[in-house]
Nanobody, 124 residues
Framework: QVQLVESGGGSVQAGGSLRLSCAAS????????MGWFRQGPGKEREGVAA???????TEYADSVKGRFTVSQPGGTTVYLQMNNLKPEDTAIYYC???????????????????WGQGTQVTVS
């Protein structure tokens, strides 16, 4: 079992920045994809960014490329640096973990087994 706890959400004006953190515990995540997802009001949950620490591979949704950066420098904590935030980035942001397997789709909600409780990001 992997336990995930997000932090760092808040309210910010358009153009501002936030950094989200996801602390993992309970099991080594060295062979896990770590993803960030979000769910805006009235919208389905969508993949934002993902990272596999084993080889440093990252993926991003087109809507956040060039503005968001996912990193996992210390092994047990995953970060999402969000710059140039827009009102449409307003959502609950979730951290998730998925064991690596050959057919994994890193930004697919259905491929992730473990989820945090979420943290609210509001951009006005």
């Amino acid at each position: 079992q992997v336990q995930l706890v997000e932090s760092g959400g808040g309210s910010v004006q358009a153009g501002g920045s936030l950094r989200l953190s996801c602390a993992a515990s309970g099991h080594s995540i060295s062979r896990y994809y770590m993803g960030w997802f979000r769910q805006g009001p009235g919208k389905e949950r969508e993949g934002v960014a993902a990272i596999f620490a084993g080889d440093g591979h990252t993926e991003y949704a087109d809507s956040v490329k060039g503005r968001f950066t996912v990193s996992q420098p210390g092994g047990t904590t995953v970060y999402l640096q969000m710059n140039n935030l827009k009102p449409e980035d307003t959502a609950i942001y979730y951290c998730a973990a998925a064991p690596l397997w050959p057919g994994i789709q890193a930004l697919s909600v259905n491929d992730y087994n473990y989820w945090g409780q979420g943290t609210q990001v509001t951009v006005s």
